[in-house]
């Protein structure tokens, strides 16, 4: 029973209440303002103990945990460079663990908004973190592309997260062919083919925009990322996933296809332009005209697909890569003045949707630079209506 006239100290202090004291709860209170500390009943916007413990009102006798296992920051004081009060590390997560919960409340709350406009931004948002929790190399692969964009976006933090982002890359990859391995489903063959995407997209968010990639001129990264799509193409055969799961359709955003490229009419006109050019080449053998045609014709095919899931622009600038003719790509690896001069109109479409995407921001100018230094007569003439467009001045 308790003593007579005694009356508990609901919302005391937390030093009255560590010390297990009696707070007279005064503002501030009388022990604390004996003493000379500060109390917490002082602080300004504190809410009262028994509310923000997160364990609920602490019972009778029970000893009290430290003051910093639950505290938050002061409105307006975010914690510096991501740092935890070190008891939060220490009951049950890691700073790795952290960091991936942080990497994936950036990607369903920012990367998964980062598309063009005409690709639904709820599947990436709920279905494919979701879809994610039963195949790990797709959330492996989430986590990748939303570390690369946080390091796009948070400069003073740029090496951790591509360390991350490189780090859940591999692993995606490297569950991407144990998969590979084993039985099909509708279902697996849909995390698949967005697994593929994704590393696809991570590809052109990885390269050009960082310090350790300096180093490698655009044209080279584009043929790295090329050569990565024709591994990757294989997966989408494998696995027919967008004839079993119509991938395209699924992705389409709700209120319908976005306005598409205005001079997209024009960009068809110029490659049959260009292919009746080469064809009229008089210091090139006929092998090698005919695979530079193939090459135009392949981008001109995707260029003139339907709109219904992807405007013409995203079609050249995606599905060509998928699309290009083996012969022709070697041809481009080998750097023949014919090929890079398709290359060019490719990046003409770049340039175009780059706007929509951050991850091909900085792509066209810098590809377009390094591209037009290869060419010379007659092959800059050929590349001039791309180079107009593009902005290039010729030299």
């Known amino acids: 029973m308790g003593r007579l006239g005694y009356r508990k ?39 009262r103990p028994h509310e923000t413990s997160l364990t609920g009102p602490s019972k009778p006798h029970m000893r009290s945990e430290p003051s910093n296992v639950h505290s938050l920051p002061v409105s307006g004081q975010p914690p510096k460079g991501n740092s935890f009060p ?57 986590l990748a592309l939303s570390a690369f964009h946080c390091a796009y976006l948070r400069t003073k933090s740029r090496e951790r997260y591509l360390l991350r982002g490189s780090e859940h890359q591999a692993h995606a990859i490297a569950g991407m062919r144990l998969a590979l391995a084993g039985k099909m489903t509708e279902e697996s063959s849909f995390a698949l083919f967005m697994t593929s995407a ?22 080279a990264g584009m043929l790295e990322i090329m050569a990565l799509v024709r591994g990757l193409s294989a997966i989408e055969a494998t696995t027919h996933a967008e004839l079993q799961f119509n991938v395209l359709d699924k992705l ?3 209120n319908g296809s976005q306005p598409g490229w205005k001079a997209l009419d024009l960009f068809k006109t110029q490659l049959a332009v260009l292919q009746s050019r080469i064809s009229n080449l008089t210091h090139v053998d006929n092998a090698t005209t005919a695979l530079l045609n193939k090459g135009a014709q392949s981008m001109l095919d995707c260029a003139a697909m339907p709109a219904t899931a992807m405007t013409g622009e995203l079609h050249v600038v995606f599905t060509w890569l ?74």
Request: proline share 7%; with cysteine; net charge neutral.
């Open 9 to 47: 100290s609901k919302n005391g202090c937390l030093r009255c209440k560590n010390r297990r004291v009696k707070c007279d709860e005064q503002v501030p209170c009388t022990a604390c303002k004996r003493h000379r500390v500060e109390c917490s009943l002082e602080r300004p916007g504190r809410e």
């Open 322 to 395: 998928n699309k290009i003719p083996e012969d022709f790509f070697n041809l481009m690896q080998a750097q023949h003045p014919g090929a890079m001069v398709v290359l060019l109109y490719y990046v003409v479409a770049l340039q175009e949707v780059e706007t929509q995407c951050w991850v091909l921001e900085g792509w066209s100018a810098q590809l377009t630079s390094n591209i037009a230094d290869t060419l010379s007569p007659p092959w800059t003439g050929l590349a001039q209506w791309a180079l107009n467009e593009l902005g290039h001045a010729s030299g």
């Open 86 to 142: 070190k008891a939060c590390t220490t009951i049950g997560f890691s700073e790795l663990c952290l960091l991936d919960l942080e990497l994936m409340h950036h990607f369903t709350t920012h990367t998964c908004m980062m598309g063009p406009p005409v690709l639904d931004p709820s599947i990436f948002r709920d279905e494919l973190p979701r879809l994610g929790l039963r195949y790990p190399y797709l959330l492996h692969q989430l």
């Open 198 to 219: 994704l590393l696809m997209t991570s590809s052109f968010a990885s390269h050009l925009k960082y310090q350790h990639n300096e180093a490698m001129p655009p044209l």
């Open 252 to 254: 389409k955003h709700q």
